[in-house]
């Protein structure tokens, strides 16, 4: 086996819990994209963008308050990035299997972009394909074309400041959402965990929220991490490469008739 490759083992284990789980959702993080050149924000790889970047400066309404213009540019360049990559392996592997809905922390749209229903996906950090009103009194929203990258410009609504329709530290997850996956996670007797190091709450919640109501936990990852201490089945490997192997042949769905 080659370092850093599944083995067969590991993944012949993960595919039999899949295979005997009526009820399967996923939950996927920053590793799922990283193969189509989206860096992670945690991966303990230098390319981290926490590593490089101050989080509370750059994802956080106190750091928009004090230097709007810096977090703007700072999406806008994730946006030009996000604009070069495309869907990997995993992602169309994913979206392939029609009948799973997909919770993810990723607020790229590369999923929908493998050809997955936009209602199936749940997006629980938000997305960098909108732009919103920073009055949460106002809900006025408008796409943005990742290629072309916006100004810090005010609300045409009520002059408030627009930013990205996203969820910066410290900020609450949409609601309709969130509610959504946490009944998925309570309901479902496998929940994959792909490509997250499991640590940002109250999203990584959800793992434990699964366990809690009998389901099987299996973990993709490059890493070992919170997730795969807790996993029944853990896959060490790169999204990309096990997911494809790991869904090959089987026909998941997430709410049985
Ligand atoms: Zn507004």
Do not use: K
Request: a negative charge; hydrophobic letters at 45%; charged letters at 20%.
């Amino acid at each position: 086996m080659n370092a850093g490759a599944a083995s067969e083992a590991q993944l012949q284990a993960a595919r039999e819990l899949l295979a005997q789980s009526a009820r399967v959702a996923v939950f996927s993080g920053a590793g799922l994209s990283a193969d189509s050149g989206l860096p992670t924000f945690r991966d303990p790889a230098t390319d981290a963008l926490w590593a490089r970047y101050d989080p509370t400066e750059l994802a956080s309404a106190a750091g928009f308050a004090a230097n709007p213009q810096l977090v703007i540019d700072w999406y806008n360049w994730r946006r030009g990035r996000y604009a070069a990559v495309a869907p990997n392996a995993a992602h169309r592997a994913l979206a392939a299997q029609a009948g799973l809905v997909q919770i993810t922390q990723n607020v790229d749209h590369l999923l929908e972009q493998a050809g997955a229903a936009a209602e199936r996906v749940l997006h629980l950090h938000g997305s960098i394909l909108y732009d919103r009103c920073h009055d949460g009194g106002c809900d006025y929203r408008e796409a943005v074309e990742p290629g072309m990258p916006q100004p810090l410009r005010a609300c045409p609504r009520c002059g408030a400041p627009l930013r990205p329709a996203v969820v910066w530290f410290g900020e609450s997850l949409p609601m309709d959402v969130w509610h959504r996956a946490q009944r998925l996670c309570e309901n479902v007797d496998c929940l994959l965990v792909i490509g997250t190091s499991a640590t940002v709450y109250p999203a990584a919640g959800l793992i434990a929220l699964a366990r809690e109501c009998g389901s099987r936990i299996v973990v993709v990852d490059p890493n070992p991490s919170a997730a795969s201490d807790v996993a029944d089945a853990f896959v060490r490997g790169a999204a990309a490469e096990v997911v494809p192997a790991l869904l090959d042949g089987l026909e998941l769905v997430s709410n049985p008739d």
